[in-house]
T-cell receptor, first 109, second 114 residues
Framework: GQNIDQPTEMTATEGAIVQINCTYQTSGFNGLFWYQQHAGEAPTFLSYNVLDGLEEKGRFSSFLSRSKGYSYLLLKELQMKDSASYLCAVLDSNYQLIWGAGTKLIIKP | DVKVTQSSRYLVKRTGEKVFLECVQDMDHENMFWYRQDPGLGLRLIYFSYDVKMKEKGDIPEGYSVSREKKERFSLILESASTNQTSMYLC?????????????FGPGTRLTVT
């Protein structure tokens, strides 16, 4: 079966760095997405990785290792507004998105 | 900017009622999707559509149907609402053949069936 695992909840301090991991087992791979979802709102796109390596976009970076079935989202200089759920999703061989359950990130002052 | 709108943010219906959830996108996207989101389960695909009048079942189509008569509009229908269909419903759209297949989401409809 297809499976995406990410931690249920993480806590970090304002100004710090946090890494949210995602491991996946899917039928085929056509890219991995990270989305941010604030409580009660729609998910919004953060990043897309299809090749191995690190993609940096401001305070957010996303890493992919296809051979290990592993990705992480790195958030630097955490701000209170980064408190949200972070969703990992893999585009499978049929170009369907397979979603993880999401990681709730709590930022403390 | 892509805009995906949903007809209601909050909806309360009684068991057995027929429920219509509407979704409209303004970016001429070919693909449209209906998901439900429940705590601890992530997003689960109900139905999707690649073109007008085309529909495909997702992972959990039971108890739902869809309609896509126009490219910009994708409707989700609960023929006879049940309490286990209480959930957050999210509509999304994407461009077909895009480089990233990024999906754009509407604000969601929180449906409560009593």
């Amino acid at each position: 079966g297809q499976n995406i695992d990410q931690p249920t909840e993480m806590t970090a301090t304002e100004g710090a760095i946090v890494q949210i991991n995602c491991t996946y087992q899917t039928s085929g791979f056509n890219g991995l997405f990270w989305y941010q979802q604030h409580a009660g709102e729609a998910p919004t796109f953060l990043s897309y990785n299809v090749l191995d390596g690190l993609e940096e976009k401001g305070r957010f970076s996303s890493f992919l290792s296809r051979s290990k079935g592993y990705s992480y989202l790195l958030l630097k200089e955490l701000q209170m507004k980064d408190s949200a759920s972070y969703l990992c999703a893999v585009l499978d061989s049929n170009y369907q998105l397979i979603w993880g359950a999401g990681t709730k990130l709590i930022i403390k002052p | 900017d892509v805009k995906v709108t949903q007809s209601s943010r909050y909806l309360v219906k009684r068991t057995g009622e027929k429920v219509f959830l509407e979704c409209v996108q303004d970016m001429d996207h070919e693909n449209m999707f209906w998901y439900r989101q429940d705590p601890g389960l992530g997003l689960r695909l109900i139905y999707f559509s690649y073109d007008v009048k085309m529909k495909e079942k997702g992972d959990i189509p039971e108890g739902y149907s869809v309609s896509r008569e126009k490219k910009e509009r994708f409707s989700l229908i609960l023929e006879s609402a049940s309490t286990n269909q209480t959930s957050m419903y999210l509509c999304a759209s994407s461009f077909s053949g895009g480089v990233t297949y990024e999906q754009y989401f509407g604000p969601g409809t929180r449906l409560t069936v009593t």
